[in-house]
């Protein structure tokens, strides 16, 4: 199936860039471009992307207040956000997985590592850039909220703790799968039983709950 990608950055020439990029995959298609947070609000609403490449810094409404909104919202909560900055602060990546992004990306990543981005978003198979997000991670989760060591998490079976741990460390399914010696459709199941009940929308999310929670120890 195409992955739809709508495309926010308030320069011309960064979105004609990634447009070239998405295009260059016949498994993905531009579905809009918004040069302004506004624009990226009003064009989700009305082409329902996939997956939406957002700028941090436009004019008006900045990129995270634009995603927090869209997330919100029960008409665009499911679109998968890819958060795209030339400033790899730790405020901006804190600001970008609260807000509910999926994923935070460099603007100077490779672009064969962006196609794979827009893919494994869009799938919500894992937690992007690691090199850049998971090294932050633990002192995103040691600010905001102390870890509660020993917690088995809001009803969390033995497996669905198991498979938590592994999500946080990158696995995907299919290698959740072969460390638990379970088929990919159970890991799926349990990896989506365990988002209900953590109250994660994705995987990003699901492994913020597990350093919160103390089922897995940051890295």
Not at 19 to 37: I, K, Q
Not at 124 to 131: D, F, M, S
Not at 197 to 202: I, R, T, Y
Request: a negative charge; aromatic letters at 2%.
């Amino acid at each position: 199936m195409t992955v739809r990608v709508l495309i926010a950055d308030d320069q011309a020439i960064v979105r004609t860039g990634l447009r070239v990029l998405v295009d260059r995959d016949p498994e993905l298609t531009v579905a809009g471009e918004a040069a302004t947070g506004e624009e990226a609000v009003r064009t989700a609403r009305t082409e329902c992307p996939d997956v939406l490449l957002m700028d941090i810094r436009m004019p008006g409404k900045d990129g995270i207040t634009a995603t927090r909104e869209l997330l919100a919202a029960p008409e665009t909560a499911a679109v998968r956000i890819i958060v795209l900055t030339t400033f790899d602060t730790e405020e901006n990546i804190f600001a970008a997985l609260d807000a509910g992004a999926s994923g935070f990306l460099l603007k100077d990543t490779d672009p064969a590592e962006l196609r794979n981005a827009i893919h494994v978003v869009a799938a919500g198979e894992a937690l992007l850039a690691p090199t850049v997000t998971r090294t932050l991670i633990d002192a995103y989760t040691s600010r905001r909220t102390p870890r509660l060591t020993g917690h088995t998490g809001h009803g969390l079976t033995e497996r669905e703790g198991d498979v938590v741990r592994l999500v946080a460390a990158g696995l995907s399914n299919a290698e959740i799968a072969g460390a638990l010696s379970i088929s990919p459709t159970t890991a799926k199941t349990h990896v989506n039983r365990s988002m209900a009940k953590l109250g994660a929308h994705d995987r990003a999310q699901l492994v913020i709950s597990a350093y919160r929670t103390g089922l897995a120890d940051p890295p």
